[in-house]
Structure formats: structure tokens, C-alpha cells
């Protein structure tokens, strides 16, 4: 392959603003499946080690490996196997269930699976379609360190969560933590299709000429997209856009659950934000008031995501371009939704 100018320059900015000061080489694909299927070909062959990590509430995708690495079966990965072999999954860390401790997960890992065996550890530092669960402080840094003490490679899924959607380029500098490998697309291309996977370069450079590749992957249409996106998230200041989103929508919405038992929860980060219904008795999902809030915003026109394991969240993730007024109207809406339900 002989790379075009716009190739390049993709992959120049790629190394450039994910997160970490080491040298690196990006590679690009046409989707988020795409790279992270490829990221665990990398870590693979750098390790020599066959055993990938994935967590619960995580989504990776719908091709047949990222599926195996996607936590909900329904309606992703009913009817769809037998799945990809090695592939071990651990407990994310939930704040609001308690789950997902930091040294539950490690001592799981290491009594279960074996750490020598581990070439990657697959990890979103939000878990987005998993129900916006962000996990505790600590916890990302903790398996980072973790990782690097057993010479496994920390890969970061952060196709939903990067380009700025969380306040910042990336959802891990919120924990400071820098991956060995780290995976967008999404708002990479401003909705034209482009991946990407951004390595250490002694990790990138350990497999053979040919070993990666793709026929459209970064074609010159989607490289154009991609450059023309970042460089609106720099000049429009949109880091600092989604936070006032973020700002805006959690105070807002924490006033909302203060009067609304069937909240149990609103987190998020930036202008990513979930809302976990729950039943009388504060904790367990509530499917139902879930699907009522969802059909009333849709019939007063406003869109809006269900999300989570267990069907219970509603995911906000606006246009970081959205003005003050439409924001408003929306959350209006949504008020209204809840109030009624």
C-alpha cells in the first residue's frame, strides 16, 4: 500500500492528539468493529499471548469478534455463535450497583484466567451502550497500572467516547491514563465512515508487512471528512462546548431526579449523559417507566436512546454544535416525559 497525502495527515493528527508523549503509528479501517477487531490482531501478535479481556455493560460491535467482545446478548449476539474463543469477560465498574471493584476484578482475572496468558485488556472508559455507567475514580488508572505490570497491553475502545464528546479529545485523559492502543471512529469522519487504531510504535511496528490492511479503509472521501472534523472541534472550541452541554444537562437533570423516585441515578461526562430508571425499591431496573419516558419524548419530537444492560437507561449524547435554545427545548421535553410517567 502507498499512502496518499490525506492518508497520512489523518494518521499525523491521530498520533498527535491521542493521549501520551510516546511515538506512535496509526493505522486506518472503515468502522469502530474494524478497529477494534484489528487492535486485538496487534496485541495479539506483539504479546504472543491469546487471551483478550472484555467487560461487562462493554459494546465493541457487530462483527462476529467484536460481538464475542460485547457484553449484551439481546439483541446483539442471540442466534449469532458459536463466538470467538479467548475472549474472558470481568466486572466493570459500576458506582451506583457497587459492583466492579477494582481488586475483585483484578483477583478474577489473575485466579481465573492467568495474567501470562493476557495479551490485552479491552476496556471503554465509558461504558456508553452499556448504559453511560462511568466508572469509579481510580478504578482506569488502577487496571492501567495493573496491565503494566504484567506486560499486558491496555486497549482503549473509545470509538463513542472520543473526539471530544466527554469535554475532552479523549475519555481516558479525564483519569489520566495513557493506552498502549486506543480505537476511534464514530466522530472521527463527522459521519462519513472512518476508524482508526492508534498504537505505541514498537507495538504497531511488531507485525509483518501485510498482516494489516483493507481495500477502502481511509479512502481519500473519509480522510477529508476526518480532517475537516477536527479541525471544526478546534476552531469551534468544542471541548469546551460539550462541557457546558454536560454542565447544563446534569444539573438540570439531577434537579429532575431529586422529585422523581423512578430515577435512580444521572451520571455521565461532557455532553454524554445517562438516566437509569429503577423501581420502588431504589435499585432494581425498570424496564417499563424506561419505554414510557422514550414513547412520550418520541411522539413530541424529540429523539432520544434507550440504553444498558437491563433496558433501563436513557442515553442523552447531543450535537456538540446544539445552540443554548434547542438544548433547553430538548431537556424540556424530556422533563415533561418523565413528570408524566
Request: proline share 5%; charged share 20%; hydrophobic share 40%.
Amino acid at each position: 500500500m502507498t499512502p496518499y497525502a490525506s492518508y497520512v495527515e489523518v494518521c499525523e493528527r491521530l498520533n498527535e492528539l491521542t493521549p501520551g508523549s510516546h511515538e506512535k503509528r496509526s493505522f486506518l479501517v472503515n468502522s469502530g468493529a474494524e478497529a477494534v477487531e484489528n487492535a486485538v490482531k496487534v496485541a495479539r501478535y506483539a504479546t504472543g499471548r491469546p487471551g483478550i479481556v472484555a467487560f461487562d455493560h462493554g459494546f465493541h460491535g457487530r462483527t462476529l469478534l467484536a460481538l464475542t467482545l460485547t457484553g449484551k446478548v439481546h439483541p446483539y449476539k442471540q442466534g449469532f455463535g458459536p463466538f470467538v474463543p479467548e475472549i474472558h469477560r470481568a466486572p466493570y465498574s459500576d458506582p451506583f450497583r457497587e459492583t466492579g471493584r477494582l481488586g475483585d476484578t483484578i483477583t478474577m482475572l489473575e485466579t481465573t484466567v492467568g495474567a501470562e496468558s493476557i495479551a490485552a485488556v479491552l476496556v471503554e472508559p465509558i461504558a456508553g451502550e452499556g448504559g453511560v455507567v462511568v466508572p469509579e475514580p481510580g478504578w482506569l488508572a488502577g487496571l492501567a497500572d495493573w496491565c503494566r505490570e504484567q506486560g499486558i497491553l491496555l486497549i482503549a475502545d473509545e470509538v463513542q467516547t472520543g473526539f471530544g464528546r466527554t469535554g475532552a479529545w479523549f475519555a481516558c485523559e479525564h483519569e489520566g491514563v495513557v493506552p498502549d492502543l486506543i480505537t476511534t471512529a464514530k466522530s472521527l469522519g463527522g459521519g462519513l465512515p472512518i476508524g482508526g487504531i492508534t498504537g505505541r510504535a514498537e507495538i504497531m511496528n511488531a507485525v509483518h508487512s501485510g498482516g494489516l490492511g483493507g481495500t477502502f479503509g481511509g479512502n481519500p472521501v473519509a480522510c477529508a471528512a476526518a480532517l475537516a472534523a477536527i479541525r471544526t472541534i478546534e476552531s469551534k472550541g468544542l471541548l469546551a462546548r460539550a462541557r457546558a452541554i454536560g454542565e447544563t444537562m446534569l444539573r438540570r437533570l439531577r434537579r429532575l431526579s431529586a422529585g422523581a423516585p423512578a430515577i435512580g441515578n444521572v451520571r455521565g461526562r461532557g455532553a454524554m449523559v445517562g438516566i437509569e430508571f429503577v423501581g420502588g425499591d431504589g435499585i432494581a431496573p425498570d424496564r417499563e417507566t424506561t419505554g414510557r419516558v422514550l414513547r412520550r419524548c418520541h411522539q413530541d419530537g424529540l429523539m432520544v436512546l434507550g440504553a444498558g444492560t437491563y433496558g433501563n437507561v436513557i442515553r442523552l449524547l447531543p450535537p456538540l454544535v446544539i445552540s443554548d435554545g434547542l438544548l433547553d427545548e430538548g431537556l424540556g421535553i424530556l422533563e415533561r416525559a418523565v413528570t408524566a410517567s
